[in-house]
């Protein structure tokens, strides 16, 4: 297939190019015509970005990791219609055998991807070594202290775990970090209270991610930064921020896209199931979620994950935070897609991933370009 008339962001800049899919790869980028029987979508002058990467979401369309294979099969074909070309289906706190059986889920579409879906590039684990002062909509009773071999038992014999959030504080929580890091799997802090310098010294150790900034974690103050703070400081540090409107404020997604740039921000959903569809009652880790006016919360306040979709955050970061396209692109796709050493996604390049997100001049979504037809 090709797509014409489109603005194409290739290496941080718009160009009118047309790009051709062959075999769900990008083959040719240039000026062309179909072939005889080739499919081709015009793009209207709309913008032609790569699909998004999302490294942090629990739940979408009414399907949760934490159910099982059938569910995360179900998270990869809806995310794929809103311009997700590869996602982290993210656990939370949970018994121990219900985590082995949600990694054997995310697992098995690793191993078998589904068909017409967001590739899978393996597990976020976001518990059970988290704070229980800052646990957020996480189940307290689930929470542990870290320790390698307690990490050895979570997972079994899973291979897909490619990140962890943790909170740095906790004893044993440094050992645990270093393993993680000699494995090549990303450790995160956060549902953490840990301060600044503790959070340099997991740096130390390989910690390379904050988790959802300045939510699950102390405020940040000037005489004590915390974890928002050292997360914003040390440039060995990228930074996850929800980009809701609700966990943040716009003048904070600001300051932290102007801290960390494009390189050291990333995008994430952090949605439950919810995302995607009415305000209503869901459930979260087995916990009645309230969802009203797009907020998600537990009956006790306490926000829930969020109802974002990653193109929302994408347009909140321009329209609402008043950063450059050019700058906000990236924290959506090649930033994360660099996280997890997924060279082919989140840049338009001949060999990457064919599948690519229309938005409007006015950074609303069209469609998810690919050549699934169905879409």
Same mark, same amino acid.
């Given at each position: 297939?090709?797509?014409k008339?489109?603005?194409?962001?290739?290496d941080?800049?718009?160009?009118?190019?047309?790009?051709?899919?062959?075999?769900?790869?990008?083959?040719?980028?240039?000026?062309?015509?179909?072939e005889?029987?080739?499919s081709?979508?015009?793009?209207?002058?709309?913008?032609?970005?790569?699909?998004?990467?999302?490294?942090?979401?629990?739940?979408?369309g009414?399907?949760?990791?934490?159910?099982?294979?059938?569910?995360?099969?179900?998270?990869?074909?809806?995310?794929?219609?809103?311009?997700?070309?590869?996602?982290?289906?993210?656990?939370?706190?949970?018994?121990?055998?219900?985590t082995?059986?949600?990694?054997?889920?995310?697992?098995?579409?690793?191993?078998?991807p589904e068909?017409?879906?967001?590739?899978?590039?393996?597990?976020?684990?976001?518990?059970?070594?988290?704070?229980?002062?800052?646990?957020?909509?996480?189940?307290g009773?689930?929470?542990?202290?870290?320790s /390698?071999?307690?990490?050895r #038992? *979570?997972? =079994?014999?899973?291979?897909? $775990?490619?990140m962890m959030?943790?909170?740095? !504080?906790?004893?044993g929580?440094?050992?645990?970090i270093?393993?993680?890091?000699?494995?090549g799997?990303?450790?995160c802090?956060?549902?953490?209270?840990?301060?600044a310098?503790?959070i340099?010294?997991?740096?130390?150790?390989?910690?390379?991610?904050i988790?959802?900034?300045?939510n699950?974690?102390?405020?940040?103050?000037?005489?004590?930064?915390?974890?928002?703070?050292?997360?914003l400081?040390?440039?060995?540090?990228?930074?996850?921020?929800?980009?809701?409107?609700?966990?943040?404020?716009?003048?904070?997604?600001?300051?932290?896209?102007?801290?960390k740039?494009?390189?050291?921000?990333?995008?994430?959903?952090?949605?439950?199931?919810?995302?995607?569809? /009415?305000?209503g009652?869901? #459930? *979260?880790? =087995?916990?009645?979620?309230i $969802?009203?006016?797009?907020?998600?919360r537990? !009956?006790?306040?306490?926000?829930a994950?969020?109802?974002?979709?990653?193109?929302?955050?994408?347009?909140?970061?321009?329209?609402?935070?008043?950063?450059?396209?050019?700058?906000?692109?990236?924290?959506?796709?090649?930033?994360?897609?660099?996280?997890?050493?997924?060279?082919?996604?989140?840049?338009?390049?001949?060999?990457?991933?064919?599948?690519?997100?229309?938005m409007?001049?006015?950074w609303?979504?069209?469609r998810?370009?690919?050549?699934?037809?169905?879409?």
């Open positions: 297939m090709i797509v008339n489109g603005l194409v962001y290739i941080g800049a718009f160009h009118r190019k047309d790009i051709r899919i062959r075999k769900g790869r990008i083959s040719e980028i240039g000026t062309m015509e179909a005889p029987g080739e081709c979508q015009d793009a209207q002058g709309h913008y032609i970005l790569p699909g998004f990467v999302d490294i942090h979401i629990h739940a979408f009414g399907a949760d990791c934490m159910r099982g294979e059938a569910d995360v099969r179900k998270m990869s074909r809806e995310l794929l219609k809103t311009g997700v070309a590869a996602f982290v289906p993210t656990t939370m706190s949970a018994e121990t055998e219900e082995r059986e949600a990694l054997a889920g995310i697992e098995a579409v690793c191993t078998r068909h017409g879906g967001a590739r899978v590039l393996g597990a976020h684990m976001e518990a059970p070594f988290l704070s229980p002062l800052y646990k957020g909509a996480q189940r009773e689930c929470l542990c202290l870290p /390698p071999e307690r990490y #038992e *979570l997972v =079994g014999d899973c291979t897909c $775990v490619r959030t943790l909170a740095p !504080e906790l004893p929580a440094i050992p645990l270093r393993a993680l890091h000699e494995q799997i990303i450790p802090a956060a549902h953490s209270a840990a301060t310098e503790e340099h010294r997991a740096a130390d150790a390989g910690l390379s991610q988790t959802h900034l300045f699950a974690q102390p405020p940040l103050h000037h005489r004590k930064p915390g974890v928002p703070g050292a997360g400081a040390d440039d060995r540090l990228a930074v996850q921020i929800i980009a809701d409107g609700i966990h943040l404020h716009p003048d904070v997604l600001r300051i932290a896209a102007l801290c740039g494009s390189h050291g921000t990333i995008l994430i959903s952090d949605s439950m199931e919810a995302a995607g569809l /009415p305000d009652n869901y #459930e *979260l880790g =087995g916990q009645r979620v $969802v009203s006016e797009g907020a998600a537990l !009956e006790n306040g306490v926000l994950g969020s109802t974002l979709l990653l193109h929302q955050a994408v347009r909140n970061m321009i329209c609402l935070a008043g950063i450059r396209p050019e700058t906000v692109i990236p924290m959506a796709t090649s930033t994360p897609a660099n996280a997890l050493r997924a060279s082919d996604l989140g840049r338009i390049a001949v060999g990457a991933c064919g599948v690519l997100a229309e409007t001049p006015e609303n979504f069209v998810t370009v690919c050549e699934d037809s169905s879409l």
